[in-house]
C-alpha cells in the first residue's frame, strides 16, 4: 500500500476519492486492473477525466493524476504481495480513516474479481520492467529562418512518440532531427527489425 509518510497528501488524495461515486471509482479501477492484469499497454488518463468531468465532478489534472498513481500503486502492492479483497481493504482503513464505506466496497468487489490474475502479471512484469513504445508519429518540416540565419532552408523531421514507462503512466516524447539523422535512425530501425524477425 502507498506509505502514510506525507499524511496530508494522502488525505487530499482520500478527499478527492470520496468526491468520486461508486460508480465513476470502479470505472478508474476498472482501468487501472485491466492495464495491470496486462491487457492494455497503459492506463489512459485522459479517458478517466472525460468520464470525471462528464460526470460533473470537478477535479484539476493534478489531483485527478494522484488519484490514478494512488490506486494503481495501491493494486500494483496488493498484487505484488499477492493480497486478498479482506486483506487489502484492512491495510487501507489502517492507512486512512478517510476511506468512504462505498468506496472501500467498490475496491473490495474488484479486487476479488481481478487479484488472481494481477498477481501473475505482477510476478512476469517483475522481470519486464521497460518502457514501451505505443505510438510513434512524424512530420516533415522546413525551418526557412532562425535569430542567427535569415535563410536556412534546412529540412527536419519532428518525431512524437508514446511510451508507457513502466508505472503505467503513458507519457510524450518528442524531438527533431536534421534528414540524415533521421536517415540513420530509420537504416537503425530495419536493423532491429530484421533482428527480431529472426528470433
Known amino acids: 500500500m502507498p506509505a502514510a509518510e506525507d499524511c496530508h497528501g494522502v488525505n487530499k488524495v482520500m478527499d478527492n476519492i470520496s468526491r468520486l461515486s461508486p460508480d465513476l471509482l470502479a470505472d478508474a479501477c476498472q482501468h487501472i486492473l485491466t492495464y495491470l492484469q ?34 494503481l500503486l495501491t493494486f500494483r502492492s496488493a498484487g505484488k504481495s499477492n493480497l486478498s479483497a479482506d486483506d487489502l481493504v484492512s491495510r487501507l482503513e489502517e492507512g486512512s480513516n478517510k476511506w468512504p464505506k462505498a468506496s472501500l466496497q467498490v475496491l473490495h468487489r474488484l479486487w476479488s474479481e481481478h487479484s488472481a490474475s494481477v498477481h501473475a502479471q505482477q ?40 511510451v508507457v514507462e513502466p508505472s503505467g503512466q503513458i507519457c510524450q516524447k518528442s524531438f527533431e532531427l536534421t534528414v540524415p539523422q533521421f536517415q540513420n535512425f530509420h537504416k537503425q530501425f530495419k536493423e532491429m527489425a530484421a533482428v527480431m524477425e529472426t528470433v
Open 38 to 71: 496486462g491487457q492494455t499497454r497503459g492506463v489512459d488518463s485522459a479517458e478517466i477525466s472525460d468520464s470525471v468531468q462528464r460526470a460533473g465532478v470537478r477535479l484539476d489534472t493534478e489531483a485527478l493524476q494522484n488519484v490514478i498513481r494512488f490506486l
Open 123 to 162: 510476478k512476469l512484469q517483475a522481470t519486464l520492467s521497460i518502457s514501451q513504445l505505443v505510438d510513434m508519429q512524424w512530420k516533415l518540416g522546413m525551418a526557412v529562418s532562425s535569430d542567427i540565419c535569415r535563410s536556412l532552408n534546412s529540412p527536419y523531421v519532428s518525431l512524437l512518440l508514446k
